[in-house]
Each structure stands twice: as structure tokens, then as C-alpha cells.
């Protein structure tokens, strides 16, 4: 069903109040393109939404907004060491991690607790402490806008990059994702680099991914504010990567800087850091802020206004430009 002017509050993370002209979730692959093609009849913009938590609107949306709501969970088959499991995009993201973890099968717990669906994930190849989508996607199915024709890509075909993907370079804006099949092991060894995992299951009785899944439950909500009482999309800006000249630089005037490797040559800074000692973390502007204890994350209280928080963030980016001579890309798609 069609609905016009409706309100996007409750389907996006930052709780922004702007409307959609026309508004659809379809569940079943074939209602997908039957949407599509009507709006190709009216002639109007299409955006596909998935939970809402990567997105900042800083407008109402001249066009139609369209939430697949696909959300069949299945074993699609099954060997001695794997397991493949397949989604509709509209499913939830952590409801496929809990139901993966439950069962035993491993590679997606260290990215529990993850707001969003299942059909946005592969779009900036979520990441979180040590994990990464890109890791255990086994192909993404999905159709093209403009013809409807239907695609299926491997994961080499889906070009992942650290929060990327063709997704969100080729074909942005182009494609609509309908399903994702994971390749999950069946006899699971943890992840544990990412050093408060280690400090969490010292004090637990087993080590296992449900263990590691109830730690970064732990430290994601000591760590990220709930949107569901502070509006925000998670990290706003990527931890920006640059040449080892410009780190090493940075490192000579900030001993105590993290630095992590990149691809050859270069190195991954924590933009946390340079938002900190930039001066930003806990600051307050209106109705918008940064975080006070995960500066990586812009926050946005009652009545805040997209353009508001676009506005601290571009604060952001100049002054950790002046100081730092780094430039920080948001993660956070802006429409
Ligand atoms: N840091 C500070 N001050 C702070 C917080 C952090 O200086 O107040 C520095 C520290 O040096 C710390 C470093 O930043 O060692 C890294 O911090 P953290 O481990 O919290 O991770 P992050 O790099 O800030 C990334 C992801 C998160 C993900 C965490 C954990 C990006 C853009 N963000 O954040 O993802 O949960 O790692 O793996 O890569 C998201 O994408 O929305 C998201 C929350």
C-alpha cells in the first residue's frame, strides 16, 4: 500500500521529522518491482530505506521512499564446516545475529547489536571490533532501478572496501538489494583482537560466540548512545586513511595516538581521536552535539534539524583540518 506525506520520524535513527510524498514496503520481491515500475510511471525519485540508521535527512523527500520488508530467514544449505544461510533485506540485522549465534553458527556475532537490516549491511560492509561483513557474505542478490533486471554478485563482485562496497560507489543509487546469503561456520573459533572482548570473557565462564556476542552487547551500549533516547546514526564521519608520512607526522606531536594499518603505506587514524583532542567531545551547539563519551558519534537532542547537525559537522571537519591537516569523510549517507 501506498502511503503519501508520510512521516519518516520512526524510520530514521536521528528521529528526524521529515516526510516522505510517497511511501511503500513491499514484502516480496515481486511487489519491489511493482513499486519501482510506479514510480517510473510517475516519474519520481526513488530511495530505498533500510533501519534508518545511517542516513541523516536534512530535507522532506520529493520522491518515494521504498522499505523492502522481505523477511524469510533460511538454511539454504549445509556442510561439515559451514553453514549457508540466506535473508530478505528487510530483516533486522541483529534478530539474524541472535538467531545465528543461538544456533551455533559463527562469523557474525562480533557484529551483534548493530542497528539497521540485513539489505543495508553489505552496502558500507558494516564493521565493528575486529569483524567484518565482507568476511562471511557469500553473494548479494538484488535488481537494477532503471531496467528491474535482477543481479546476483559474488563477494568478490561486490568490491568491499573498509565501510564500502559497489553498492555505495558503482552503483549507488542504482540498485535495490532483496537478499543476502552469509557462508557461516559450523564449528566456530572466536574473535577476540579488539582488547575489551579478552577483559569481558575473563570474567565469564565460557568462550564461545555467545560469550563474545554478550560482550559486545556490553560494550556497545556502554560505548554508543541508544537512538531510541538520543537521536544518532553511529559514527558520522569514517576513521580517515592516510599516507604513513601524514601519521607518522602526527604521531611525532601526538605520541599516544592509536595508529592502525591500512593497505601498504598507509594507515587508518582513529577520527575519535582527532575529534577529542580537536576539543569536540561532550560539545554542545543548540539542539545538536558530539558525543560525550564516543566523540566518532554527532547526537541530536529534541527539535534538532538535520541542516543543524550537517552544520556541527562541517565544524568538525574544518577544524580537525586546521589542526591536524586531516580531512574527515562522513560515514553517514546525507540526503
Ligand atoms: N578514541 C578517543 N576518544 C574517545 C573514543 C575513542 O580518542 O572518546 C580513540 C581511541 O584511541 C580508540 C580509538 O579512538 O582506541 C578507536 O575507538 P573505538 O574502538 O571506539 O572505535 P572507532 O574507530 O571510533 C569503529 C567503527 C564503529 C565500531 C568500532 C568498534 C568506524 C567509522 N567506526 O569506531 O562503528 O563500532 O570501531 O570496532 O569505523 C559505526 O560504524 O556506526 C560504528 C559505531
Known amino acids: 500500500m501506498w502511503l503519501e506525506n508520510h512521516n519518516l520520524k520512526k524510520y530514521n535513527t536521528f528521529g528526524f521529522d521529515v516526510s516522505a510524498r510517497y511511501f511503500v514496503e513491499p514484502d516480496s520481491v515481486v511487489d519491489v518491482k511493482k513499486a519501482v515500475a510506479e514510480a517510473h510511471r510517475l516519474k519520481v525519485p526513488i530511495f530505498v530505506l533500510g533501519g534508518g540508521s545511517n542516513v541523516l535527512f536534512t530535507k522532506n523527500i520529493d520522491g518515494i521512499v521504498v522499505k523492502p520488508a522481505m523477511k524469510d530467514l533460511d538454511v539454504l544449505k549445509r556442510s561439515e564446516t559451514q553453514v549457508w544461510v540466506t535473508v530478505g533485506a528487510g530483516v533486522v540485522w541483529d534478530h539474524l545475529v541472535e538467531w545465528c549465534v543461538a544456533n551455533n553458527w559463527g562469523g557474525l556475532e562480533n557484529l551483534s547489536h548493530i542497528p539497521g537490516t540485513a539489505g543495508a549491511a553489505p552496502v558500507q560492509n558494516i564493521g565493528a571490533y575486529g569483524a567484518e561483513i565482507k568476511d562471511v557474505v557469500q553473494s548479494v542478490e538484488g535488481f537494477y532501478l532503471e531496467t528491474l533486471e535482477s543481479f546476483t554478485f559474488s563477494r568478490s563482485e561486490c568490491a568491499f572496501g573498509y565501510r564500502s562496497s559497489i553498492f555505495k560507489t558503482d552503483l549507488y543509487g542504482k540498485v535495490i538489494i532483496t537478499r543476502v546469503t552469509f557462508a557461516l561456520s559450523a564449528t566456530p ?56 608520512s601524514v601519521a607518522l607526522h602526527i604521531k611525532e606531536s601526538y605520541p599516544q595516538i592509536p595508529l592502525y594499518e591500512s593497505e601498504s603505506g598507509y594507515y587508518k587514524l582513529p577520527a575519535a581521536f582527532l575529534i577529542e583532542k580537536a576539543g569536540w567531545k561532550g560539545v554542545r551547539r543548540g539542539d545538536v552535539g558530539v558525543h560525550t563519551d564516543q566523540p566518532l558519534v554527532l547526537v541530536a537532542f529534541t527539535g534538532a534539524t538535520g541542516a543543524q547537525i550537517v552544520s556541527l559537522s562541517q565544524e568538525i571537519q574544518e577544524s580537525v583540518k586546521d589542526q591536524f591537516g586531516v580531512w574527515l569523510e562522513p560515514e553517514v549517507n546525507i540526503l
Open 189 to 244: 573459533r572466536i574473535e577476540t583482537r579488539y582488547g575489551q572482548i579478552e577483559e569481558y570473557l575473563k570474567n565469564q565462564p565460557d568462550r564461545s560466540i555467545q560469550s563474545v556476542r554478550r560482550a559486545i552487547i556490553s560494550i556497545r551500549t556502554q560505548k554508543l548512545p541508544d537512538p531510541e533516547k538520543m537521536g544518532n546514526a553511529g559514527s558520522f564521519f569514517k576513521n580517515p586513511v592516510v599516507p604513513e
